[in-house]
């Protein structure tokens, strides 16, 4: 079974805090994604990397950055929490060939005070 | 890029059937995904379908493309209330392409 694990459920940060989302997977996968859903507008594509330290920039980067300096490791960074960044945010991973399935973490709603 | 449209809501009652619709840009998406999200849960894949294939039947589910429309339903027979869920489209390219790119989602409410 293919795990994406993502480390916390739920978290409540302060405002101007640095936040880290971490996320896991355990299949090899070499793409991994970290997705923002909040409602009505679905899931845009903040950051994703397809290999060890490289990273491409999604719809949404601003105010975010990540870090991959592990293959089954990829880190979510909130430089200077704000309010508006309160969401659910998804990890997902897959394999880069084509067509390939994404498989997704468990989510973790950030709430930023 | 891709452009993917749901609608937003879709209510039905238990035991009818239901019908996402899903209405996408890319003509040379390859695979085309249905993931279902329960509540307060990440993704899952539900189904796919080929885009030489018409359609496909699993169970219960029917995933039925007008690759000529760009059109992809999910029919879902004798909905039940387990079935309330956020179920989103994702056309996938084939080629260089590999960003998964998502539908807003469908609400599916299933009322006893």
């Known amino acids: 079974d293919v795990k994406v694990t993502q480390s916390s459920r739920y978290l409540v940060k302060r405002t101007g805090e640095k936040v880290f989302l971490e996320c896991v997977q355990d299949?090899?996968?070499?793409?991994m994604f970290w997705y923002r859903q909040d409602p009505g507008l679905g899931l845009r594509l903040i950051y994703f990397s397809y290999d060890v330290k490289m990273k491409e920039k999604g719809d949404i980067p601003e105010g975010y950055s990540v870090s991959r300096e592990k293959k089954e490791r990829f880190s979510l960074i909130l430089e200077s929490a704000s309010t508006n960044q309160t969401s659910m945010y998804l990890c997902a991973s897959s394999f880069r060939g084509e067509g390939a399935e994404a498989f997704f973490g468990q989510g973790t709603r950030l709430t930023v005070v | 890029g891709e452009d993917v449209e749901q609608s937003l809501f879709l209510s039905v009652r238990e035991g009818d059937s239901s019908v996402i619709n899903c209405t996408y840009t890319?003509?040379?998406?390859?695979?085309l995904y249905w993931y279902k999200q329960e509540p307060g849960a990440g993704l899952q894949l539900l189904t796919y379908?080929?885009?030489?294939?018409d359609m496909k039947q699993d169970q219960r589910l029917t995933v039925l493309l007008n690759k000529k429309d760009k059109h992809l339903s999910l029919r879902i027979a004798d909905t039940q209330t387990g079935d309330s869920a956020i179920y989103f489209c994702?056309?996938?390219?084939?080629?260089?392409?590999?960003?998964?790119?998502f539908g807003r989602g469908t609400s599916l409410i299933v009322h006893p």
């Open positions: 299949m090899d996968h070499e793409n």
């Open positions: 379908i080929f885009s030489n294939m």
């Open positions: 890319d003509s040379s998406s390859t695979y």
């Open positions: 994702a056309p996938r390219s084939g080629g260089g392409s590999y960003i998964p790119t």
